[in-house]
């Protein structure tokens, strides 16, 4: 049994270490551990002490030695370098009193390969006064400490990757809500987006069972918490407004098996600014069943989403007055030609003297005059009415909705605010606007309301014109 053990065997003689042990002691040695570091050449002294009697196959095949000679005479190749801590703590336990002893440590085979071992080893019984007959018992764990080295690399490695990334990560339990929605699939509900429709609280329940597992330091930076406790007890702040709503299209594709889904959505920082994300969900491989380990991406699009905004806002608006341009006024007399409603008046506005203002004090004083001009038709004009600049000094309002009445009280209330700009800028060349109005008559088109208007606000410059004694058709 000895011989064709599966693990290394060595019986060997402590006895002369026990002799030892107790000169120690006579010298007044109590502290073993501290004494052996603080006299490392004693260790040695302790090792040529123990006698090597008998070791098994395994052991020869394990250490690439010829037989018990050749291990024996080569000990020192075997018992090296990093083992001298392990060595220490062995002879202490010794030393304690303990008739048996442990530990993890390194060997060596004779051609030089590195042994990761497990020893154990025991004074047999009826041996316990002079320590002749211990058995120790050698596994090697080379290939086992090499997996879990490599195991424990690639868990950093992967932590760090999680932990490190650029984006924001959300690793979240949805088993619960994987539970209810198979609930309501037993229930025989088929069309789950009318379910939600008649039953908004079970989107509300949902979004109270995602159970968060860990984040990232990312996410942390974008939704500005100190600490990952910090904002885990806070999501109620993240995840609000019209989050219900994106979140109500997730559980439909939950419900459909998409159990990998990208979308924009908006979330809160903690300090309460909007943060725009594009999110990528994904239940990891291996919990498809429970959905129990997913993983959430999100990245800070806000900065694109802002810049979109712009150009949206560049593409629909004036840039030197602010109020909406040539193109927006152009889709909205289409639409409301399409959708009214109905009466639908039309107010065109020209500047008075832009031309001899630019001939006198420059394009840029014509070009304050036109944000002026800008500043007035955006006070008197709201929602659902808009005032759109259609050309140099030209401007046009619409107005959905408003008869010929609250058309003449537009026009009152431009001349008023039109005089009162002047008031307030007295030293700036004097604001003149000519106005003229249309309103819509039973099915009347758009663009003859718009001509009417027009035709109204010329007849009205040529009156400005002729009373100050100028003809505008011969003006420079």
Same mark, same amino acid.
């Given at each position: ?18 002799? #030892? ?21 004693? @260790? ?23 037989? #018990?000679?050749?291990? %024996?005479?080569?000990?020192?190749? @075997? ?22 002893? !442990?530990?993890? =440590? ?34 090697? +764990? ?6 879990? !080295? ?20 959300? %690793? ?34 949902? +979004?109270?069972?995602?159970? %968060? ?5 990312? !996410? ?22 019209? +989050? ?34 594009? +999110? ?13 380990? @997913? ?56 500047? &008075? ?67 009162? &700009? &002047? ?15 249309? =309103? ?37």
């Amino acid at each position: 049994m000895f011989e064709l053990a599966p693990v290394s065997l060595w019986l060997e003689d402590y006895s002369a270490l026990k002799a #030892l042990f107790e000169r120690l002691r006579e010298q007044g040695v109590t502290d073993l551990h501290s004494y052996l570091h603080e006299h490392p050449g004693r @260790v040695e002294e302790c090792s040529r002490c123990i006698k090597v009697l008998r070791v098994n196959r395994r052991t020869l095949d394990l250490f690439e030695a010829r037989d #018990l000679e050749d291990l %024996v005479g080569n000990l020192d190749k @075997v018992l090296r370098d990093d083992m001298l801590d392990q060595h220490i703590s062995e002879l202490c336990q010794l030393w304690d009193g303990q008739t048996h002893f !442990t530990s993890q =440590t390194v060997n060596y085979s004779l051609s030089g390969k590195r042994l990761s071992i497990s020893l154990k080893a025991s004074i047999l019984p009826g041996h316990e006064d002079n320590w002749d007959r211990v058995l120790l018992a050698i596994e090697d +764990m080379t290939d086992r400490t090499r997996a879990e !080295t490599a195991l424990r690399a690639s868990e950093r490695y992967a932590k760090g990757l999680f932990e490190h990334s650029p984006v924001s990560l959300w %690793v979240e339990d949805f088993s619960v809500i994987r539970d209810l929605l198979s609930e309501v699939r037993a229930q025989g509900v088929e069309d789950f987006r009318v379910f939600l429709d008649v039953h908004p609280d079970f989107i509300v329940r949902c +979004m109270q069972e995602i159970r %968060v597992l860990d984040v990232n330091q990312q !996410t942390l930076n974008m939704f500005r918490a100190k600490d990952k406790p910090t904002l885990l007890s806070n999501l109620e702040h993240v995840f609000r407004g019209d +989050m219900r709503q994106h979140f109500a299209e997730q559980l439909i594709d939950l419900w459909q098996d998409k159990l990998f889904q990208q979308r924009e959505v908006l979330n809160y920082a903690l300090d309460g600014e909007p943060v725009n994300v594009y +999110m990528q969900f994904s239940v990891l491989p291996g919990h498809e069943d429970r959905w129990d380990r @997913v993983l959430i991406s999100l990245t800070d699009i806000t900065a694109r989403k802002k810049a979109e905004a712009y150009l949206e806002y560049l593409g629909r608006h004036d840039a030197l007055t602010g109020l909406r341009n040539r193109s927006f006024f152009g889709d909205e007399v289409n639409r409301l030609e399409r959708r009214g409603p109905w009466p639908v008046s039309v107010l065109v506005v020209d500047v &008075n003297d832009l031309k001899s203002i630019n001939d006198d004090v420059g394009h840029a004083g014509g070009d304050a005059l036109l944000r002026r001009v800008g500043e007035v038709l955006r006070k008197a004009v709201e929602l659902p009415a808009t005032a759109s600049r259609i050309g140099g000094d030209e401007f046009a309002i619409l107005l959905p909705g408003v008869d010929e009445r609250g058309c003449e009280a537009l026009v009152e209330q431009l001349l008023e605010l039109q005089a009162l &700009n &002047n008031q307030f800028n007295a030293g700036s060349t004097p604001m003149s606007l000519s106005i003229g109005r249309a =309103t819509s008559q039973g099915q009347e088109r758009l663009e003859a309301v718009l001509h009417r208007a027009d035709e109204q606000m010329y007849d009205t410059k040529r009156a400005y014109y002729a009373k100050q004694g100028r003809d505008r058709r011969t003006l420079p």
